[in-house]
C-alpha cells in the first residue's frame, strides 16, 4: 500500500524559504512519476512541480526560479525546497505519485498525501 506523508510546513514571512519533504512508503521508484500540488483557499487545485525517471523537472510558470524539486531515493522522500515565498503561495501543499504517465497533471496521480499548510505573510 502506497503512503505518503507530508511535513515541514508553516508560517513565513514574505521573501522566507521553507523545504517541504514527503515520506513514500510502499513505493518503488523504478518507474517514478512524482510531484507537488497546492490549494489555496476558494482556488482549484493547481500543479507545482514534477519529476519523471528519465525527464528533467515541470515547474509552474508562478514558481519557476523560486521552487525546486527532488528526491532522495534511498530515503524514500521527495523535497520541495520554496524559496523566496510570497502571500500568493499560501496554500495547503500535497505531494502526489504514480507510475509512469504524463505525470503533469492530478488526474495523472494516483496516490496522494494529506497535506501541509504553508502561510506567508507579508
Known amino acids: 500500500q502506497v503512503r505518503l506523508v507530508e511535513s515541514g510546513g508553516g508560517s513565513v514571512q514574505v521573501g522566507g524559504s521553507l523545504r517541504l519533504s514527503c515520506a513514500v512508503s510502499g513505493y518503488t521508484w523504478w518507474r517514478y512519476c512524482v510531484g507537488w500540488f497546492r490549494q489555496a483557499p476558494g482556488k482549484e487545485r493547481e500543479g507545482v512541480a514534477s519529476?519523471?525517471?528519465?525527464?528533467?523537472?515541470v515547474y509552474a510558470d508562478s514558481v519557476k526560479g523560486r521552487f525546486t524539486i527532488s528526491q532522495d531515493i534511498a530515503k524514500n522522500t521527495l523535497y520541495l525546497q520554496m524559496n523566496s515565498l510570497k502571500p500568493e503561495d499560501t496554500a495547503i501543499y500535497y505531494c502526489?505519485?504514480?507510475?509512469?504517465?504524463?505525470?503533469?497533471?492530478?488526474?495523472?496521480?494516483?496516490?496522494w498525501g494529506q497535506g501541509t499548510q504553508v502561510t506567508v505573510s507579508s
Open positions: 502526489a505519485a504514480n507510475y509512469g504517465g504524463s505525470c503533469l497533471y492530478g488526474a495523472d496521480f494516483t496516490y
Open positions: 519529476v519523471r525517471r528519465g525527464d528533467g523537472p
